[in-house]
Structure formats: C-alpha cells, structure tokens
C-alpha cells in the first residue's frame, strides 16, 4: 500500500508527499551522486577545482570529456551527474556572464552568478512539464579580491563551503578534508590534498590521465593544467603508491597465467636391451 501511494506522488514534481518530500528532486539528488567525483578547496591564494573523469573505456579519449569549465576569466565551474544537463547550465551561466558585462561593464559577481544559476536549477521544481536538472555544480571565483566557492544541487539549493566535494565519492572526500584542511595552505598544497581526495573516493583506482584540475588566483584568473603542471603537481608518495599498484596488478596478471606442467620423471629406467627396470 505504501509503494502504490509513492507512486502516486512522485510522478509530478509539484506535488508533495504527506510527510514534505519533492520525490522526483530527491531522484534527481540520486543521479549526482552516481557520477564523477569533484572537489573544489578554497586556500588563502586561492581555489582548486578537481575531477575524476572516470575513463570506462582504453578506447576513450580522455581529452573528449570535460567536467571543469571556464565560465569567464575570474570564474571556473566543475559539475558531476548528468553531463548534458551540465552543459546547458554551463552555457547560461556564460550567457549570464556577458549580459553582465555589457549591462554594467564589469565582471559578473561570483555569488551574483551562484544565485542566478540556483534560482534558474528551483523553478525546474515547482512547475510541471518539466524536470529538475540531474547534475550538481561547484562554483569558483575571485571577486574583489575575494575568493568564493558555491555548490548547487538539483533542488536549487546555493551553500558556500571552505572545501567540499560532489558525487559518488563524496563522503571520503568530505572525511578527508575535515581532518586535513587548512586554509593557510598554497595552491600546489590544496592540489595535492585534492589529488589524496580523489585517490580516497576511487579506492585506489586512480590513473593521472584521467584528472583534471582548475585553478582561480589573483594572477590570473581562472585557468585549467595542463597534464605536464599536473603530473609536477602530484604527490610523491601517491606516485610511489601508484607504482607499486601497477606493480600488483602486474603480478596478479602473472599469477593468473597457468602454468605449462613440467614433465614427470620416469620412476623406471629403460635398460639397454629394451627391458624396464626400477629406479629405485
């Protein structure tokens, strides 16, 4: 009876069920979690976006994917859940972005823009025909000076954090980051506490090619590494670790290959005239 009256409440996502809940938001909250790990880490000299790209195939080419964003030149954007739900978000808030500048003739307001995208992610909530967008974004940005990092769920909901992380790794992240933050920290140091980050939320299951990192300072804005400044970025004692998982798993494939069974010795011996007699 239960299952027939949820039912009856979570086919519309105007609709409350009797004890408060939007049932197609709390789904839309679930297709997040599945996705990629981000973390975005808020330091004195400024932000560290991450993510793991999640490379399912060899075949893949891991540059076609893209989960950090250049929203304008003191602003960068990593998502997780729905991809193209992501890019549509992504794509209004540039749009937003230009607006600003030619209304005004400034850059957009970080937490200006935060709001705009959260108000535009709760109307997909409250009317029908539509449905809440299935992805969560972390917002980065320098404003007068002033670093900002948002996090935006499909409910709409706009919270600022020092450190957090989105998606399927979330809760290692966030144990991570509440033993081991420190504001006071440089940028190369908050990269490679993010780089631990997703090292924990993978279980170890991580490969440097599948990274990509953006960084927000007062040099120079918002700018995405290249594999060369993040392989010089990585930890030295995650590089060990990682070589010596290669090496594991090197070992089990050997491990895994049967061996050709060596020939038994004859417990006789043939004797000259043709006979068998013992070896014994």
């Known amino acids: 009876m239960m299952n027939q009256q949820q039912a009856a409440y979570d086919r519309a996502i105007t609709v409350f069920s009797p004890d408060g809940r939007l049932y197609q938001v709390e789904y839309a909250r679930e297709a997040v979690k599945r996705g990629t790990t981000a973390v975005g880490i808020k330091v004195k000299d400024g932000i560290v976006l991450l993510v793991d790209k999640r490379i399912s195939s060899r075949l893949l080419e891991s540059n076609s994917i893209e989960k950090i964003f250049r929203i304008d030149e003191h602003i960068g954007v990593a998502s997780s859940g729905l991809v193209g739900d992501a890019r549509s978000l992504i794509d209004r808030a540039r749009v937003e972005a230009q607006i600003n500048r030619i209304s005004y003739g400034e850059a957009i307001d970080v937490e200006t823009l935060a709001k705009k995208l959260g108000d535009h992610m709760q109307t997909y909530t409250q009317f029908g025909g539509a449905r809440p967008y299935g992805t969560a974004l972390l917002i980065a940005g320098v404003s007068d000076g002033e670093f900002r990092l948002f996090e935006t769920d499909p409910s709409g909901t706009l919270l600022e954090y020092k450190a957090t992380g989105i998606g399927t790794g979330r809760p290692a992240v966030m144990k991570r980051f509440e033993s081991e933050y420190d504001p006071d920290v440089t940028v190369a140091e908050a990269v490679a506490l993010g780089i631990s980050a997703l090292h924990d939320a993978t279980e170890g299951k991580f490969e440097l090619n599948t990274i990509e990192i953006g960084i927000v ?14 392989e010089s970025l990585l930890p030295k004692d995650l590089s060990l670790t990682e070589k010596s998982d290669d090496k594991a798993e090197k070992r089990v494939d050997s491990e895994q290959i049967p061996e050709q069974p060596k020939a038994r010795r004859s417990a006789k011996k043939e004797s000259p005239d043709g006979s068998e007699k013992s070896g014994k």
Do not use: H
């Open 217 to 230: 300072d007062l040099e120079s804005g918002f700018k995405k590494l290249s594999r060369n400044e993040v």
